[in-house]
Nanobody, 123 residues
Framework: QVQLVESGGGSVQAGGSLRLSCQAS???????MGWFRQAPGKEREGVAA???????SYVDHVKGRFTISKDNAKNILYLQMNSLKPEDTAMYYC??????????????????WGQGTQVTVSS
């Protein structure tokens, strides 16, 4: 059974940094993994993803500030977030699916989700 457990969220001031981690267990092939976020009253948004061919995707408003990476040996997905803004405040979720997906920032492709970790950025 696949389990995804996020960690690393917290409260920071604008301009600060956080690194989120997602520990995956119960799978032998990680496939495509992504980070999504959802703020109160808003739809879930794909933030960054790394496909099973190693290609990465980012939503426009985090490009240059966020970096997604993966440690295949440890089955850990990371999201390094720099220059954080108050609008980055949200619950952040890790997601995974076997294989390659054509639009990795769309949540519909994923079938495993973590419970989320809260990120709060104050001005």
């Amino acid at each position: 059974q696949v389990q995804l457990v996020e960690s690393g969220g917290g409260s920071v001031q604008a301009g600060g940094s956080l690194r989120l981690s997602c520990q995956a267990s119960g799978i032998t092939d990680i496939g495509c993994m992504g980070w999504f976020r959802q703020a109160p009253g808003k739809e879930r948004e794909g933030v960054a993803a790394i496909n099973n061919d190693g290609s990465t995707s980012y939503v426009d408003h985090v490009k240059g500030r966020f970096t997604i990476s993966k440690d295949n040996a440890k089955n850990i997905l990371y999201l390094q977030m720099n220059s954080l803004k108050p609008e980055d405040t949200a619950m952040y979720y890790c997601a995974s699916v076997l294989g390659w997906v054509p639009r990795p920032l769309q949540s519909v492709w994923y079938n495993h989700w973590g419970q989320g970790t809260q990120v709060t950025v104050s001005s």
